[in-house]
């Protein structure tokens, strides 16, 4: 029985170390058109999105799902948009993102490279012939107070809504 209490004993501290050492690891700052922004400032649940605003099917499509899922479900959360291709100019990615849900916005991490690593987004920008192809991880990061609630991988609309609703 002392061996059990004394491995539960080390097992919470562990926890407890990673809780504070892993803490902020998803809080980063950014300009938006708005001003400053801090995720730890935002006072609702974020979905945040890497992407660009020339893709021609997957950033659409998951922002279009996103807007859909939050209007069914009735969640109000933060959609939060951060291109990869430093073409897009902040102006036009928050627009780009205000098409899809009147409240989203874009911002531009002070420094996407690191932020991307906090998050393992994987992006890669080639030229080719002239030509520029984006290639990005697709997923979505569900946010709640900063700390990362779930990674949505599948996109169909109805594993989205049951992954949104974990925000709840």
């Known amino acids: 029985m002392k061996k059990v209490l004394i491995l539960l004993f080390l097992a919470l501290i562990i926890l407890g170390l990673g809780a504070v050492l892993g803490a902020g690891k998803y809080d980063f700052s950014a300009k938006s058109l708005r001003g400053e922004f801090a995720l730890s400032r935002l006072n609702k649940p974020a979905l945040l999105y890497f992407g660009y605003t020339n ?11 996103l807007n859909n899922a939050l209007d069914e479900l009735g969640l109000d959360a933060q959609i939060i948009f951060i291109s990869v291709d430093k073409r897009d100019s902040l102006k036009a990615c928050d627009e780009y993102a205000k098409y899809f849900r009147a409240d989203a916005i874009c911002v531009e991490p002070k420094n996407l490279e690191k932020v991307a690593k906090a998050y393992d987004v994987k992006y890669k920008i080639e030229s080719k012939n002239g030509q520029i192809s984006v290639a990005h991880s697709p997923y979505v990061y569900a946010l709640k107070d900063t700390q990362l609630i779930t990674v949505i991988e599948n996109l169909s609309q109805k594993a989205l809504k049951r992954e949104l609703l974990k925000l709840k």
């Open 55 to 65: 893709c021609p099917d997957v950033c659409p499509a998951t922002l279009y799902l």
